[in-house]
């Protein structure tokens, strides 16, 4: 790996700085980048020069209460043109003003900037953003020649994480870099309000007809937009409800519940909480999630067995009996007639011991609750829309899941382990006063 890019700006960060020449180099020389992966990635693609400064001063909320505290709290890797521009110029000054430590990769055509005047007396082309703490630089001398490299190095870092591409204002460039991130199966979030590119093509998307790409895009079912007159907060929990959401795996070898585990406690690894307040997730909500997960599946499987056998064997049952009163039937039929009806008898004797149709309700019923209220504490939706991060959230979290597991308790005392009221032993009646 090259050395650190010289700083294009005073009190700049140094960058760690990785050439490209062919695409079958990309997995092993983004290795000396020192990432951690698999990990969300967030894919910027916006307005560079075009942007004026009354259109800055519009969209800087969105990254300095946005996505940047987005990234941060999520772990994620943001990943954009790189130069000091636009929106990667805002994103890079978000990033610094918050002193925020998400990795921000800049993937740059190697013709469209170079180093300032004092490295080696070269005119400037574009400057790179002095607060990305990673640049790639590949081949290209237009703009634009990064498009594919960009959405290539995404999918490499996230790997098997989710990913999503946030377009706001920009031109041509932008569209193609969208339709780059769709072909590569990448949600795309159109900010309409922002500007240029972004307004024309959530417009499009409303009427796909008229435009041969937006139809293109809006057919893959991969594109939404969203408002910028909305606020930064509902942008950013938009972009939280695709970064938070494990997606879907092949099957393997391992359980439901392992791959229901692995996939939540992957998420709670990357949220900023201390690990006191991870380690709650981990045993108070994510162990008890899994735990009442599994006994619903087990008490649903055990509910359907015995009651296939109580429906077949009671349809089977008076056919038998029909035979035996038409005289036709033989000893054998007999016997199965019997059996037939003792097993109908035993099975729904069992199930109706064990109640495994309550028990399967009821934790289903504990399970759905846990995940609706941990899906509304990662992306901050629903009871914790208010909240701007997960540390102020989770005090409020932890009293709903202590609600939540306090009603499952009371419910299955009373309901499920509960004996059914007419297998109760009766009170004797007080006797009559003299």
């Given at each position: 790996?090259?050395?650190?890019?010289?700083?294009?700006s005073?009190?700049?960060?140094?960058?760690?700085?990785?050439?490209?020449?062919?695409?079958?180099e990309?997995?092993s020389?983004?290795?000396?980048?020192?990432?951690?992966?698999?990990?969300?990635?967030?894919v910027?693609?916006?307005?560079?020069?075009?942007?004026?400064?009354?259109?800055?001063?519009r969209?800087?909320?969105?990254?300095?209460?946005?996505?940047?505290?987005l990234?941060?709290?999520?772990?994620a890797c943001?990943?954009d043109?790189?130069?000091?521009?636009?929106?990667?110029?805002?994103?890079?000054?978000?990033?610094?003003?918050?002193?925020?430590?998400?990795?921000?990769?800049?993937?740059t055509?190697?013709?469209?900037?170079?180093?300032?005047d004092?490295?080696?007396?070269?005119?400037?082309?574009?400057?790179?953003?002095p607060?990305h703490?990673?640049?790639v630089?590949?081949?290209?001398a237009?703009?634009?020649?990064?498009?594919?490299?960009?959405?290539?190095?995404?999918?490499?870092?996230?790997?098997?994480?989710?990913?999503v591409?946030?377009?706001?204002?920009?031109?041509?460039?932008?569209?193609?870099?969208a339709?780059?991130?769709?072909?590569?199966?990448?949600?795309?979030?159109?900010?309409?309000?922002?500007?240029?590119?972004?307004?024309?093509?959530a417009?499009a998307?409303?009427?796909?007809r008229?435009?041969?790409?937006?139809?293109?895009?809006?057919?893959?079912?991969?594109?939404?937009?969203?408002?910028?007159?909305?606020?930064?907060?509902a942008?950013?929990?938009?972009?939280?409800a695709?970064?938070?959401?494990?997606?879907?795996?092949?099957?393997s070898?391992?359980?439901?519940?392992?791959?229901?585990?692995?996939n939540?406690?992957?998420?709670?690894?990357?949220?900023?909480?201390?690990?006191?307040?991870?380690?709650?997730?981990?045993?108070?909500?994510?162990?008890q999630?899994?735990?009442?997960?599994?006994?619903?599946?087990?008490n649903?499987?055990?509910y359907?067995?015995?009651?296939?056998?109580?429906?077949?064997g009671?349809?089977?049952?008076?056919?038998?009996?029909?035979?035996?009163?038409?005289?036709?039937?033989?000893?054998?039929?007999?016997?199965?007639?019997?059996?037939?009806?003792?097993l109908?008898?035993?099975?729904?004797?069992?199930?109706?011991f064990?109640?495994?149709g309550?028990?399967?309700?009821q934790?289903?019923?504990?399970?759905?609750?846990l995940?609706?209220?941990?899906?509304?504490?990662?992306?901050l939706?629903?009871?914790?829309?208010?909240?701007?991060?997960?540390?102020?959230?989770?005090?409020?979290?932890?009293?709903?899941?202590?609600?939540?597991?306090?009603?499952?308790?009371?419910?299955?005392?009373?309901?499920?382990?509960?004996?059914?009221?007419?297998?109760?032993?009766?009170k004797?009646?007080?006797p009559?006063?003299?």
């Amino acid at each position: 790996m090259e050395g650190p890019l010289k700083p294009v700006s005073s009190g700049a960060l140094a960058s760690q700085v990785v050439h490209l020449a062919r695409p079958e180099e990309l997995t092993s020389r983004l290795t000396e980048l020192d990432l951690r992966a698999p990990r969300p990635v967030l894919v910027l693609v916006g307005g560079a020069d075009g942007l004026t400064d009354a259109q800055l001063a519009r969209l800087r909320p969105v990254f300095e209460e946005g996505l940047a505290p987005l990234a941060d709290a999520l772990g994620a890797c943001v990943i954009d043109g790189g130069t000091d521009a636009g929106v990667m110029a805002l994103i890079g000054q978000a990033r610094a003003k918050l002193g925020a430590s998400f990795p921000l990769i800049g993937v740059t055509a190697s013709g469209t900037v170079k180093p300032d005047d004092s490295a080696d007396g070269r005119a400037v082309a574009a400057s790179l953003e002095p607060n990305h703490t990673h640049v790639v630089l590949v081949p290209g001398a237009r703009w634009g020649d990064e498009s594919q490299w960009l959405a290539d190095v995404a999918s490499s870092v996230a790997g098997d994480a989710p990913s999503v591409t946030v377009v706001v204002n920009g031109g041509e460039v932008t569209v193609d870099d969208a339709e780059r991130s769709v072909t590569a199966g990448r949600p795309v979030l159109v900010v309409a309000g922002s500007g240029r590119a972004a307004d024309e093509l959530a417009a499009a998307l409303q009427e796909p007809r008229q435009d041969q790409r937006a139809a293109k895009l809006a057919g893959s079912g991969l594109v939404e937009v969203v408002d910028l007159a909305d606020g930064p907060q509902a942008i950013a929990r938009t972009v939280a409800a695709v970064l938070t959401t494990a997606p879907a795996r092949p099957p393997s070898s391992t359980g439901d519940q392992d791959r229901l585990k692995a996939n939540f406690d992957q998420l709670i690894a990357q949220l900023r909480l201390s690990e006191l307040r991870r380690q709650f997730l981990r045993s108070r909500w994510l162990d008890q999630l899994v735990w009442v997960e599994g006994r619903a599946n087990h008490n649903r499987d055990r509910y359907f067995f015995w009651r296939l056998i109580t429906i077949i064997g009671g349809v089977l049952v008076p056919a038998l009996v029909t035979l035996q009163l038409n005289g036709s039937a033989t000893t054998p039929v007999t016997w199965a007639t019997f059996g037939v009806s003792l097993l109908v008898a035993i099975s729904a004797a069992v199930e109706g011991f064990f109640r495994y149709g309550e028990r399967w309700r009821q934790y289903r019923r504990t399970a759905e609750l846990l995940k609706t209220e941990g899906w509304q504490f990662l992306q901050l939706t629903g009871n914790y829309r208010r909240h701007a991060a997960h540390g102020s959230a989770y005090p409020l979290f932890a009293s709903r899941i202590e609600d939540i597991l306090q009603q499952d308790v009371d419910a299955y005392i009373t309901t499920v382990a509960a004996e059914p009221a007419d297998k109760q032993p009766s009170k004797p009646d007080r006797p009559a006063p003299p």
